[in-house]
């Protein structure tokens, strides 16, 4: 009964627009990827000054730095631009712990933070950190009802499966909490229980076909809007295809090691891509990879805009000049 009557609360606080951005520039992010610290934060600042509104970060993005903590010294040294997480383990960190720390980013950059929380790399968290995974789903959709209730209410009374909390806090931070999503059981818990769904390298098709209803479909059981998808895609500022095909091939191999990725590219019509048939995998590497000239990047990256996707994170891809390439990135971003 708690829980339904904390979501009915839920949907009647989340703004419609809380999310949704309204100009073209306001749906599209970069993802930063840095030596250490100090990168991180230049390359954020030089993102800014840039005109784009959206900077996100990745575990290890800062030579393995927190990056809550790395994200709360780029506040200090900006003023506009959005921060986000892609994301944060939550298995390492008590959601009361996320929670302190999401508040003091809060402070420093009010209405600036994303929060994306997730069940991370199991083999790795496993490997590291000695952590047992057990229902990963159902330990984040319990790890967001906590961390909503003291973020969003300042207080919370929970005693689930995983969790058994009471605590209250002096203030609250509606810090918008997302979760990334690569099957479609996925979609469908961020649509119930999130501020958006991080879908990192999915096919766009497979965004717009099969995860988007089964976001749509878990926003209607809730009875709240739908909240935006917001696709991590790669981009080659190349006109080189072979080289550009490489690289991103590399990726998807990469990637595919991973039983959830195998999992999502063969739900999306792709099984035969990532078994190793090379006319596949290079179909494959099209379909994800933006690439070309800044003009034609313009209008590929205006086109997935107007498709039905709610908002894109880009990925870099150096093929060439990394430094040259991510000054172009960052400037067609910015003047969108």
């Not at 009374?157 to 479609?184: K, M, N, S, W, Y």
């Not at 490489?246 to 195998?262: C, F, K, P």
């Not at 880009?314 to 430094?323: M, Q, S």
Request: proline share 5%; charged share 20%.
């Amino acid at each position: 009964m708690k829980f339904m009557q904390q979501k009915d609360k839920l949907s009647q606080q989340l703004p419609s627009n809380m999310l949704r951005a309204r100009s073209l520039r306001d749906r599209v992010g970069v993802y930063i990827q840095a030596r250490d610290t100090v990168d991180a934060i230049a390359r954020i600042r030089e993102a800014e000054q840039a005109g784009v509104q959206q900077a996100w970060m990745a575990m290890g993005g800062a030579g393995f730095a927190d990056i809550l903590t790395v994200l709360a010294a780029a506040a200090t040294q900006t003023e506009r631009i959005k921060l986000g997480t892609a994301i944060v383990p939550d298995y390492p960190r008590h959601p009361l712990v996320m929670a302190q720390q999401a508040l003091a980013v809060h402070d420093l950059a009010p209405e600036r933070l994303r929060l994306g929380i997730g069940s991370g790399n199991r083999s790795f968290l496993e490997s590291r950190y000695g952590l047992l995974q057990i229902a990963p789903l159902r330990y984040l959709k319990e790890y967001l009802e906590v961390l909503r209730g003291v973020l969003w209410q300042g207080r919370i009374d929970h005693q689930g499966e995983f969790f058994q909390v009471v605590d209250t806090l002096p203030r609250t931070a509606q810090v918008p909490l997302l979760i990334p999503a690569l099957g479609l059981k996925a979609f469908r818990l961020a649509g119930e229980i999130a501020d958006g769904a991080l879908a990192s390298l999915c096919p766009v098709p497979y965004l717009l076909n099969q995860a988007l209803p089964a976001l749509q479909v878990g926003a209607e059981i809730r009875s709240r809007p739908a909240p935006p998808i917001v696709a991590c895609l790669p981009v080659a500022f190349s006109t080189d295809e072979a080289a550009v095909l490489l690289a991103v091939r590399q990726l998807i191999q990469q990637l595919a090691q991973t039983n959830t990725y195998a999992r999502m590219f063969a739900q999306a019509g792709w099984a035969s891509a990532v078994n190793g048939n090379e006319a596949e995998l290079n179909a494959l590497a099209r379909t994800l990879v933006i690439s070309g000239n800044e003009a034609t990047v313009r209008d590929r990256v205006q086109e997935l805009l107007a498709s039905g996707l709610d908002e894109l994170l880009l990925l870099a891809i150096p093929i060439a000049d990394e430094a040259m390439e991510r000054r172009q990135m960052l400037h067609l971003i910015g003047s969108l």
